[in-house]
């Protein structure tokens, strides 16, 4: 199915935003190497056979011009902890991988962050235009999981943790 052509008025950008910040998101940062990388909150799982995963990244994103050439890139998914890690990784003119961040070079020098609740490895699978995004599906290679359970949160704009029902 392509894309449908509008039949009513679309929503106003304030309201949009408003509605979709009362989504909670988990956290990742996408990195690659170089080494590059960028917080994201767009991460979906996509498919099981094969595994399959996508996330968006803007089209002005300084960042995308280098993972988009990667052979392999990581998702890493944040922990409970790690809300500085993924403002570093969303601000522009600071050095991503330093310190506080850690990180090692993983397969074919993709870095891979320390601290993380897991990692996927993917391979570039698709990668489609979508408004002022792209749609990038990256097809899972190898995944591993970290020291860290309790995942990171964002929702209206903040930071938090997730907090599991005891009854
Ligand atoms: C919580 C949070 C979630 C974000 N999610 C996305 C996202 O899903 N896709 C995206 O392109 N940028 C997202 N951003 C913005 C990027 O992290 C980054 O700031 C932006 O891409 C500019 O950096 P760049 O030029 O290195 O890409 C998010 C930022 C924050 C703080």
Request: hydrophobic share 40%.
């Amino acid at each position: 199915m392509g894309t449908r052509v509008r039949q009513t008025p679309i929503v106003d950008d304030v309201r949009f935003r408003r509605a979709l910040a009362r989504h909670a998101a988990g956290v990742v940062v996408v990195t690659g190497p170089g080494p590059v990388g960028l917080t994201a909150t767009s991460l979906t799982s996509v498919s099981l056979d094969p595994p399959l995963v996508s996330f968006c990244v803007g089209r002005d994103s300084t960042t995308w011009p280098d993972l988009r050439d990667a052979e392999s890139f990581a998702v890493n998914v944040l922990a409970g902890d790690q809300a500085a890690i993924a403002s570093r990784f969303a601000g522009r003119g600071v050095d991503r991988f330093a310190a506080p961040t850690t990180w090692r070079p993983g397969p074919r020098d993709v870095p891979i962050l320390g601290g993380t609740t897991a990692h996927l490895l993917c391979e570039p699978y698709d990668t489609v235009a979508l408004g002022d995004h792209w749609l990038v599906v990256g097809l899972v290679v190898d995944t591993g999981l970290g020291s860290a359970d309790a995942p990171l949160l964002y929702h209206r704009g903040q930071y938090g943790r997730f907090s599991p029902k005891l009854t």
